[in-house]
């Protein structure tokens, strides 16, 4: 049984399923607070930092997947229009540029009004989504950014599928 298939009786806070998930997939994680967590999660471009937050209020499951980015300053406008394509192609979430971090950011707030629970396979594969679409358009920043391609260019990379194997 994958770890998305057990089932969470007692552990009803999103936070606590997204520590079982971490911790049964190795990853590393810090317990920031009873409603924060802040784990690593190594891709294949780089390692990404997760931070999953729940507001009461809100009654909203927050996810923050980001990694550090310098651009120089004669490349922020065209990241700027490269970061408008990439949320034309995402389904779920966005992505922003923090400049004053130095933080490339993809978001998602997850809704669960009404007393809905967040199950392991809902928060498995959200956190599976923010670290694929990280792959994804990390090469097309690269190019916008360092390899001074233009954003729809660089959005090629980004959209072509490889079929097959090499």
């Not at 969470?8 to 997939?25: K, N, Q, R, S, W």
């Amino acid at each position: 049984m994958s770890l998305s298939e057990h089932q969470f009786y007692e552990e009803t806070h999103p936070i606590d399923v997204v520590e079982h998930l971490a911790a049964g997939h190795d990853w590393e994680f810090d317990r920031i607070a009873e409603d924060q967590i802040a784990m690593a999660i190594e891709g294949q471009w780089r390692t990404y930092s997760l931070t999953l937050a729940w507001s009461d209020p809100e009654e909203t499951l927050r996810l923050v997947c980001s990694f550090e980015m310098d651009p120089p300053q004669n490349r922020v406008s065209e990241l700027y229009e490269l970061i408008n394509k990439m949320n034309d192609e995402c389904w779920t979430g966005s992505f922003t540029y923090w400049p004053e971090h130095k933080l490339m950011l993809y978001r998602y707030g997850l809704l669960l009004t009404g007393g809905l629970l967040a199950g392991s396979q809902q928060i498995d594969k959200l956190l599976n989504i923010a670290v694929s679409n990280c792959e994804r358009f990390y090469p097309a920043i690269q190019m916008n950014v360092w390899g001074k391609q233009t954003p729809t260019k660089a959005m090629q990379v980004a959209i072509a599928e490889g079929y097959g194997r090499a």
